[in-house]
């Protein structure tokens, strides 16, 4: 079974807004990760969260993590058009992926 | 380049036939993985290798999958006797496997597959 799970499937915003995309997991764990994927090409690394942190910040993207709750939430601020993709969480327990959130921003 | 490779990007084969794929990970990477994705879907876990040693393999691969990684270098996927439902991209990404680092996976172009 799959240890990241992202919702919602699918998010669809106009350019400037918040998107917010949250994953689950099941398992105990040392770190979680969110990639993202363009279409039809490989998954890119966008930040790692370890076990001990709640918050970690990267340019527009700001990720959290709740071990009480397994859950974490990627929030891209003031999105573009180029943040469309899928977005992909996966722990360091199996490395698994979920089916990912289709991010969509309309320009 | 210093990233992940994959050799060859597409793939096009008629049902039965046998196909290989390679993937060169980063060199100093000790772990690779290998993906299957299909359209709309996020990347499926097929196996994966600790140096030379394949350490875990799902069990949705059937015994028609098999994988190498020789040398702990390179890495080859093989599918005997293709089926449409082999129809995907293949994805192979590497990672070194350090708790300080938390195994961030690079991931490679991907072989895109078509069984006919």
């Known amino acids: 079974s799959q240890q990241g799970e992202e919702d919602p499937q699918a998010l669809s915003i106009q350019e400037g807004e918040n998107a917010t995309m949250n994953c689950s997991y099941k398992?105990?764990?040392?770190?979680l990760q969110w990639y993202r994927q363009n279409s039809g090409r490989g998954l890119v690394h966008l930040i790692l969260?370890?076990?001990?942190?709640r918050e970690k910040h990267s340019g527009r993207l700001r990720v959290t993590l709740d071990t009480s709750k397994k859950s974490s939430s990627l929030l891209i601020t003031a999105s573009r058009a180029a943040d469309t993709a899928s977005y992909f969480c996966?722990?360091?327990?199996?490395?698994?992926f979920g089916a990912g959130t289709r991010l969509t921003v309309k320009p | 380049d210093t990233g992940v490779s994959q050799d060859p990007r597409h793939k096009i084969t008629k049902r039965g036939q046998n196909v290989t794929f390679r993937c060169d990970p980063i060199?100093?990477?000790?772990?690779l993985y290998w993906y299957r994705q299909t359209l709309g879907q996020g990347p499926e876990f097929l196996t994966y290798?600790?140096?030379?040693?394949?350490?875990?393999k799902s069990r949705l691969l059937s015994d028609r999958f098999s994988a190498e990684r020789p040398k702990g270098s390179f890495s080859t996927l093989e599918i005997q006797r293709t089926e449409q439902g082999d129809s995907a991209m293949y994805l192979c990404?590497?990672?070194?496997?350090?708790?300080?680092?938390?195994?961030?996976?690079?991931f490679g172009p991907g072989t895109r597959l078509t069984v006919l």
């Open positions: 996966a722990t360091d327990a199996d490395m698994r």
């Open positions: 060199s100093e990477h000790n772990r």
């Open positions: 398992t105990s764990i040392n770190n």
């Open positions: 969260i370890r076990s001990n942190e």
């Open positions: 990404a590497s990672s070194y496997s350090d708790p300080a680092l938390g195994n961030e996976q690079f």
């Open positions: 290798f600790q140096n030379e040693a394949q350490l875990e």
